[in-house]
């Protein structure tokens, strides 16, 4: 994947992680704010580490 949409979606995940930090902390929730913020840095961590699957050449 390019890292123009790598960025991109790692824009979106941010933005989507603190927006449910901001809900659940408004909610009276405790635990489940940084759940939501940790996971967002895990997606995020993971796919910019972990390589992609391609696809094998056969030999024809």
Request: proline share 5%; no cysteine.
């Amino acid at each position: 994947m390019p890292a123009k949409f790598k960025i991109m979606i790692s824009i979106v995940v941010v933005i989507a992680a603190v927006a449910v930090f901001y809900f659940q902390s408004t909610a009276g929730q405790e635990v489940t704010p940084w759940v939501a913020l940790a996971l967002g840095a895990f997606m995020i961590f993971a796919m910019w580490i972990f390589p992609e699957e391609q696809k094998k050449k056969s030999s024809k």
